[in-house]
């Protein structure tokens, strides 16, 4: 389906700026299909005529439409009303006893750039609450903003944390001195949670949740300014073992302040599950700090160890088994720097890539290089596949390229399959295989077992020996 950005791209004229102020409306869509309880669309020019960018349901009332119909043609039967609201600049509805539409020229400038269709079911055997007056105001309200350019903010929060409130959570309707005109059944309950117990309506909002605050409350710097409805803003109070959200919506005409729509939610349960969250975060990064500590005291007691072995070939298993517990600790120390259990392997490859070749040079000249990029792996992919390349690298420099030469790394990464191979440009590979040390059969179970994947050895083109491994990563 096209999206709103393809559409303004592709099928308009607009500015950069005017296909902003577009998108910052519909990033505010939601909230205006709710408090419509409406249907609603964003109809734009393009060379084929008047076509739907946008559209949104309510979540405070059904929807009249099942099917989406972004990116198609407007109904004809809404443009006559579509002109008429370009052409004098103004809300123009039209409906009967069913259904109303209500057609909003969106301005930006002085200039209108698209319209609002909003089309909303009626129920004339129902009375009119004085919930759903007071929220037709306030749409009222909203709909003539949008035509004057007032709507959306421009200082609105660029994000919204998780647990936003919406209008189906709480609604108080403010004046211009932050008195409440109106609060939902929602709204109410939020506030006698925090301690509220008065009466809302007619009060000030702001000096009533003051006398909550106590010493051991958590207070947001922009809460005043929310509560009063003076901005565009988010704040949360938390007292009482309980935190509300609180998002402002400003109402204006013609830049004097009417009042604010103050939307909010009892998030307590979302922040107490953030929090231990964030506790569990730290610890499995300390687990991983002190499995890393571990390893390099192991790594250097192995190579303390290695410094005295009197025998050469005991020496040597010591300083190979000291670099692979290295490599594994190389990727506990980036687990232990990061919330994620997943590693920018490229990241990491770097270092392990400069210790194979540094630890196995004897005096001679070896160059690496390394092309194409590996991507996010999980840490235990990661521990294995660091091990599999520092042993191939490894036994390439000491084996491939005794005398000196070359090694390349490529890895190419196609969504889950990943396909790295290792070139060196040495003696090459004998007819008898890459031989049945423990270094290959500690990569031929690694490969099979933990990484789900293929290896291949063999001569490669020019001279030299080619390894592939071949895998999905999860």
Not at 90 to 106: A, K, L, M, R
Not at 323 to 347: G, K, M, P, Y
Not at 375 to 381: F, K, M, T, V
Not at 422 to 440: A, H, K, M, N, Y
Request: aromatic share 6%.
């Amino acid at each position: 389906m096209p999206t709103l950005t393809n559409i303004l791209q592709q099928r308009t004229a607009l500015s950069f700026d005017q296909r902003e102020w577009l998108h910052m409306l519909t990033g505010d869509w939601q909230l205006l299909a709710d408090i419509f309880f409406s249907d609603l669309f964003l109809v734009i020019t393009t060379a084929d005529g008047p076509v739907v960018a946008a559209q949104a349901r309510p979540a405070t009332a059904t929807t009249l439409f099942e099917a989406d119909v972004v990116g198609e043609v407007a109904e004809r039967s809404y443009l006559p009303g579509i002109d008429e609201a370009l052409a004098v600049s103004e809300v123009v509805t039209w409906g009967d006893d069913e259904v109303e539409t209500t057609f909003i020229p969106v301005n930006y400038r002085n200039h209108n750039i698209a319209v609002v269709v909003s089309v909303k079911a009626l129920y004339p055997d129902r009375l009119l609450s004085h919930v759903q007056h007071d929220y037709d105001s306030i749409a009222e309200n909203i709909a003539q903003m949008i035509t004057t350019g007032e709507f959306p903010y421009s200082e609105a929060p660029s994000g919204y944390r998780h647990g936003t409130p919406r209008v189906s959570d709480g609604v108080i309707h403010l004046n211009e001195d932050g008195i409440v005109l109106f609060a939902s059944p929602n709204a109410v309950s939020h506030f006698r949670r925090i301690g509220v117990d008065e009466p809302l309506h007619d009060r000030v909002l702001a000096e009533l949740v003051t006398e909550k605050i106590d010493d051991y409350s958590t207070v947001d710097e922009s809460l005043p300014v929310v509560l009063m409805g003076r901005a565009a803003w988010m704040a949360e109070l938390e007292t009482h073992s309980v935190t509300v959200s609180m998002r402002a919506v400003p109402l204006r005409s013609e830049g004097k302040r009417l009042g604010a729509m103050l939307l909010c939610r009892d998030v307590s349960e979302l922040r107490r599950q953030e929090k231990q969250l964030i506790t569990k975060d730290a610890t499995i990064r300390e687990i991983h700090h002190r499995v890393k500590n571990n390893l390099q005291t192991v790594s250097a007691l192995l190579r303390l160890q290695a410094r005295r072995a009197s025998s050469e070939e005991t020496r040597s298993a010591l300083e190979t088994a000291q670099r692979r517990v290295s490599t594994i600790a190389l990727v506990h120390q980036q687990l232990s720097q990061t919330i994620n259990e997943v590693v920018d392997f490229d990241e990491l490859f770097i270092p392990v890539l400069k210790m194979a070749v540094d630890i196995a040079v004897n005096d001679v000249e070896v160059t690496s290089s390394f092309t194409g990029s590996f991507g996010l792996i999980r840490a235990e992919e990661a521990a294995a596949l660091s091990v599999v390349l520092n042993e191939i690298i490894s036994n390439a420099v000491e084996h491939g390229v005794p005398n000196g030469g070359s090694v390349s790394v490529d890895a190419l990464r196609d969504g889950y399959e990943l396909i790295v191979t290792v070139r060196d440009d040495g003696v090459g590979i004998g007819p008898e295989g890459p031989g049945s040390g423990l270094g290959t059969q500690i990569v031929r179970t690694m490969v099979s077992s933990e990484l789900h994947g293929k290896i291949a050895w063999e001569p490669a083109d020019g001279g030299g020996t080619l390894v592939t491994i071949t895998m999905l990563m999860q």
